[in-house]
């Protein structure tokens, strides 16, 4: 009997991005090839830790953890650039702001350069990411991780997801950007045995991104 794929055992790099809401970049990166976990949650306030619905003056945020021999940290700016509201028109509220938030050096170097790149391309629009140090990472409600793979009840319960693996289990990363069609049929067809689903859940999901792909990413 296969076992769900939670757990992968390689080194891995961390990105740290704000895009706006966090769903839509949950299952965006969750699909991606490189990508082996995700999480969603706040950072970049001086708040302290979220209590409640109050999340401060902190960010929405996603902690992705990635294989830096399956996928750069510039592919994933280039999928940050691409995918959310980076103009002066992102700034409705903190909470949803564009943010950058690098982990070392390197990173600071080419998130900068990207940030130059992608206004060169702009021409009356400024564009709004903060670069900014990695703080402190508040994980988001349980609820909140995963939110589109949670969505489908009876699925997410067979992959006895448990708090800790919402934040942390490869499958989930996964399936919450294929139930909405990011990755594609192709890509998942490639690996679908791989992540320890069984028969029905692969034909499940087959019929979810036949719906899906090409969608829109929306929270």
Same mark, same amino acid.
């Given at each position: $009997? %296969?076992?769900?794929?939670?757990?992968?055992?390689?080194?891995?790099?961390? =990105?740290?991005?704000?895009?706006?809401? !966090?769903?839509?970049?949950?299952?965006? /990166?969750?699909?991606?090839?490189?990508?082996? %976990?995700?999480?969603?949650?706040?950072?970049?306030?001086? &708040?302290?830790?979220?209590?409640?619905?109050?999340?401060?003056?902190?960010?929405?945020?996603?902690?992705?953890?990635?294989?830096? &021999?399956? #996928?750069?940290?510039?592919?994933?700016?280039?999928?940050?650039?691409?995918?959310?509201?980076?103009? *002066?028109?992102?700034?409705?509220? %903190?909470?949803?702001?564009? $943010?950058? $938030? !690098?982990?070392?050096?390197?990173? %600071?170097?080419? =998130?900068? =350069?990207? $940030?130059?790149?992608?206004?060169?391309?702009?021409?009356?629009?400024? *564009? =709004?990411?903060?670069? *900014?140090?990695?703080? #402190? /990472?508040?994980?988001?409600?349980?609820?909140?991780?995963?939110?589109?793979?949670?969505?489908?009840?009876?699925?997410?319960?067979?992959?006895?997801?448990?708090?800790?693996?919402?934040?942390?289990?490869?499958?989930?990363?996964?399936?919450? @950007?294929?139930?909405? @069609? *990011?990755?594609?049929?192709?890509?998942?067809?490639?690996?679908?045995?791989?992540?320890?689903?069984?028969?029905?859940? #692969?034909? !499940?999901?087959?019929?979810?991104?036949?719906?899906?792909? @090409?969608?829109?990413?929306?929270?």
């Amino acid at each position: $009997m %296969r076992q769900p794929l939670h757990h992968i055992d390689v080194p891995f790099e961390k =990105a740290t991005f704000g895009m706006g809401c !966090y769903w839509a970049c949950d299952s965006l /990166f969750g699909a991606t090839k490189g990508v082996l %976990r995700t999480r969603v949650g706040y950072a970049g306030g001086t &708040t302290g830790a979220p209590v409640n619905k109050n999340i401060g003056n902190h960010v929405e945020v996603i902690e992705i953890d990635y294989d830096p &021999t399956q #996928i750069t940290y510039a592919v994933l700016l280039e999928l940050f650039w691409k995918n959310h509201e980076y103009r *002066v028109s992102a700034r409705l509220k %903190r909470e949803y702001m564009t $943010m950058i $938030m !690098y982990h070392n050096a390197e990173q %600071r170097r080419l =998130a900068e =350069a990207s $940030m130059l790149d992608q206004q060169s391309k702009e021409k009356d629009d400024a *564009v =709004a990411t903060e670069i *900014v140090p990695v703080g #402190i /990472f508040y994980p988001a409600e349980n609820h909140n991780q995963k939110y589109r793979l949670l969505g489908h009840v009876d699925l997410a319960k067979d992959l006895n997801l448990t708090p800790e693996l919402l934040q942390t289990s490869h499958v989930a990363a996964r399936l919450n @950007g294929y139930l909405v @069609g *990011v990755g594609g049929m192709e890509q998942f067809e490639s690996e679908s045995e791989q992540l320890g689903l069984s028969d029905e859940q #692969i034909q !499940y999901v087959k019929n979810c991104i036949m719906q899906n792909e @090409g969608g829109s990413l929306i929270c």
